[in-house]
């Protein structure tokens, strides 16, 4: 195999939230930087609209990867060039004050999430990715119905903020914004990061940081294939100054443990996982118009937040209940279906470790819902279901196994409410996963210090959602990029600082 080489003053392995925005930062400080992505640039006019091939090229492993043991649960991730916020929703929420608070007494990380500082960030995010609130033109049916169950049960519904300020109303995030409305990481930080002189490698599979006397000097992989993901190319790129891994919760544990890393590297995954409840309107709903994502309902004090989700019909119809001619009748009513879904903010740790079959950036998660975390989920799915019939809806389809598949009247919820749910009866999906590098003071209880500087290394850091100490219970990827924006200019700082005194 031929061997490819390359170096830079900052070598950043991942392009998703996280790494694309340590490229942002540090390129437009005048750093000389290299990103490493091992996923293809998707343009957006050319991703296609069709939901499963647009799955195909741009979800890790067509979205079938999921966590190991008695319950395997999917796990959601993009493999393209801006990660996964090229198939995300644009959700934005700032870290919540108590989950800041926490981090600050039992974490040590006053310094990293100092408010003036991170505010700082992001304002400057919000401003740059054209974040704004959703407007009620863009809730489309399935938003309406859930602002109306919120009206009709007294629940605190809000129209979502968003950083796609030019939304058309499409109904296709998951495809990638076909006008570019939704500014996320691949046409947003990426191109920005390019016209400030930064280089991007696209196929790029990066397997280990390499270490020298407990200094990061660069990073080595391949360059894959983009049909067969077959190596073509070694590759190997050297950083002057830092290697900093952005590969997301699930693989930069898996390269740091390649490449020597042990104590707690792999431990404290988290996650937010939920599902989904469907709704069958008389009226026609037309989920393939309005936002993917428009409307939501934070209850922060139950771990619960509700939000509205509108799948296309491919993936819509496996969620319809019935076979032969009663699942083909339900296809004819394709457009009063409204999908809403919940996020858990789990308290279950897991674990990620390489995994010893599969090779390449595999990752070996074991994961399990605590007993507390299944209540809240039935909660969750309680509620839903009790908001679609407030909403209007002729059937419900709760979505939970060994109960009834669709129910007509809210007192059928109750049976939910009784039951005693086990994580094998739903078809949970997690694609907010968190903390297997976490930041932390002590370094026997963390890997990386506030700063994101792997403890006891020299020249390495990581910035993505690895580092979180704990889950939030909102959607992360703001709080994602204003970490490493904070970071990432204390080190672009520094840096700085050491070459002008060199
Ligand atoms: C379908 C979906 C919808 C979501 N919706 C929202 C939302 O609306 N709002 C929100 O806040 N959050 C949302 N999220 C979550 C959010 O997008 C992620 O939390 C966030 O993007 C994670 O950022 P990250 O930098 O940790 O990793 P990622 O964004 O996952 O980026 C990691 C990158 O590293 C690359 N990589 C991995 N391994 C290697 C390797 N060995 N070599 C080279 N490159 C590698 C990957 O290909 C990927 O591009 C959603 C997630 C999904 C999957
Ligand atoms: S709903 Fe359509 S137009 Fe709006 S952000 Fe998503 S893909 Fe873009």
Same mark, same amino acid.
């Given at each position: 195999?031929?061997?490819?080489d390359?170096?830079?003053? $900052?070598?950043?392995v991942?392009?998703g939230?996280?790494g694309?925005?340590?490229?942002?930062?540090?390129?437009?400080?005048?750093?000389?930087?290299?990103?490493l992505?091992?996923?293809?640039l998707?343009? /957006?006019?050319?991703?296609?609209?069709?939901?499963l091939?647009?799955m195909?090229?741009?979800?890790?492993?067509?979205?079938?990867?999921?966590?190991?043991?008695?319950?395997?649960?999917?796990?959601?991730?993009?493999?393209?060039?801006?990660?996964? /916020?090229?198939?995300?929703?644009?959700?934005?929420?700032?870290l919540?004050?108590?989950?800041?608070q926490?981090?600050?007494t039992?974490?040590?990380l006053?310094?990293?999430?100092?408010?003036?500082?991170?505010?700082?960030? $992001?304002?400057a995010?919000?401003?740059?990715?054209?974040?704004?609130?959703?407007?009620?033109g863009?809730?489309?049916?399935?938003?309406?119905r859930?602002?109306?169950a919120?009206?009709?049960?007294?629940?605190?519904?809000?129209?979502?903020?968003?950083?796609?300020?030019?939304?058309?109303?499409?109904?296709?995030?998951l495809?990638?914004?076909?006008?570019?409305?939704r500014q996320?990481?691949?046409?947003?930080?990426?191109?920005?990061?390019q016209?400030?002189?930064?280089?991007l490698? /696209?196929?790029?599979?990066?397997?280990?940081?390499?270490? #020298?006397w407990?200094r990061?000097?660069?990073v #080595?992989?391949?360059?894959?294939d983009?049909?067969?993901?077959?190596?073509v190319?070694?590759?190997?790129?050297?950083?002057?100054?830092a290697?900093?891994?952005?590969a997301?919760a699930?693989?930069?544990?898996?390269i740091?443990?390649?490449s020597?890393?042990r104590?707690?590297?792999?431990?404290?995954?988290?996650?937010?996982?939920?599902?989904?409840?469907?709704?069958?309107?008389?009226?026609?709903?037309?989920?393939?118009?309005?936002?993917?994502?428009?409307?939501e309902v934070?209850l922060?004090d139950?771990?619960?937040?509700?939000?509205?989700?509108?799948?296309?019909?491919?993936?819509?119809?496996p969620?319809?209940?019935g076979?032969?001619?009663?699942?083909?009748?339900?296809?004819? #009513?394709?457009?009063?279906?409204?999908?809403?879904?919940?996020?858990c903010r789990?308290?279950?740790?897991?674990?990620v470790?390489?995994?010893?079959?599969?090779?390449?950036?595999?990752?070996?998660?074991?994961?399990?819902? /605590?007993?507390?975390?299944?209540?809240?989920?039935?909660?969750?799915?309680?509620?839903?279901?009790?908001?679609?019939?407030?909403?209007?809806?002729? #059937?419900?389809?709760?979505?939970?196994?060994g109960?009834?598949?669709?129910?007509?009247?809210?007192?059928?919820?109750?049976?939910?409410?009784?039951?005693?749910?086990?994580?094998?009866?739903?078809?949970?999906?997690?694609?907010?996963?968190?903390?297997?590098?976490?930041?932390?003071?002590?370094?026997?209880?963390?890997?990386v210090?506030?700063?994101?500087?792997?403890?006891?290394?020299?020249g390495?850091y990581?910035?993505d959602?690895?580092?979180?100490?704990?889950?939030l219970?909102?959607?992360?990827?703001?709080?994602?990029?204003a970490?490493?924006?904070?970071?990432?200019?204390?080190?672009?700082?520094?840096?700085?600082?050491?070459?002008?005194?060199?």
């Open positions: 195999m031929r061997v490819v390359d170096i830079a003053d $900052f070598v950043i991942g392009t939230a996280g694309a925005t340590a490229a942002r930062v540090l390129a437009g400080a005048g750093r000389d930087v290299i990103m992505e091992e996923g293809p998707l343009r /957006t006019s050319e991703r296609p609209a069709e939901v091939d647009a195909a090229l741009a979800f890790r492993d067509f979205a079938t990867a999921t966590t190991r043991g008695s319950y395997p649960m999917p796990m959601l991730q993009g493999r393209c060039v801006g990660g996964a /916020t090229a198939i995300n929703s644009g959700i934005i929420w700032r919540p004050e108590d989950v800041r926490e981090w600050i039992r974490h040590g006053g310094d990293l999430v100092e408010r003036r500082a991170l505010d700082d960030a $992001f304002e995010i919000e401003r740059e990715l054209e974040v704004t609130d959703t407007s009620p863009l809730f489309g049916g399935n938003g309406e859930m602002a109306e919120c009206r009709v049960l007294g629940l605190p519904g809000q129209a979502m903020t968003r950083n796609a300020a030019r939304c058309q109303g499409s109904a296709r995030c495809q990638g914004c076909p006008g570019e409305a996320s990481m691949d046409v947003s930080y990426i191109p920005r990061a016209r400030d002189g930064a280089r490698i /696209t196929l790029a599979r990066i397997d280990r940081v390499l270490m #020298e407990g990061a000097v660069g #080595e992989g391949v360059l894959v983009p049909v067969t993901r077959r190596p190319a070694q590759l190997r790129v050297m950083a002057r100054e290697v900093i891994v952005s997301s699930v693989q930069t544990p898996v740091l443990r390649r020597g890393l104590g707690m590297v792999g431990e404290r995954f988290q996650a937010h996982p939920g599902c989904a409840v469907v709704g069958r309107f008389d009226e026609p709903v037309v989920m393939s118009r309005g936002a993917t994502q428009g409307y934070p922060r139950r771990r619960l937040k509700l939000e509205t989700l509108a799948l296309p019909p491919e993936l819509l119809a969620r319809l209940p076979a032969g001619a009663a699942w083909q009748q339900r296809l004819t #009513e394709m457009d009063h279906y409204a999908q809403w879904n919940f996020i789990m308290e279950a740790h897991g674990r470790r390489p995994a010893l079959f599969g090779g390449g950036s595999g990752a070996a998660v074991h994961y399990l819902p /605590t007993e507390r975390d299944m209540e809240r989920v039935r909660e969750g799915i309680v509620l839903l279901s009790r908001m679609m019939f407030a909403a209007g809806a002729r #059937e419900v389809f709760p979505g939970v196994g109960l009834p598949a669709a129910i007509r009247s809210v007192s059928e919820v109750d049976a939910i409410e009784r039951a005693t749910l086990r994580p094998q009866q739903l078809n949970m999906i997690a694609s907010h996963l968190f903390g297997t590098a976490c930041a932390g003071s002590d370094p026997r209880a963390s890997v210090d506030d700063n994101l500087a792997v403890h006891g290394t020299q390495l990581v910035m959602a690895s580092v979180f100490p704990t889950n219970g909102v959607n992360p990827q703001h709080s994602i990029m970490l490493t924006w904070v970071a990432a200019s204390r080190l672009a700082n520094r840096a700085l600082r050491g070459a002008v005194a060199a």
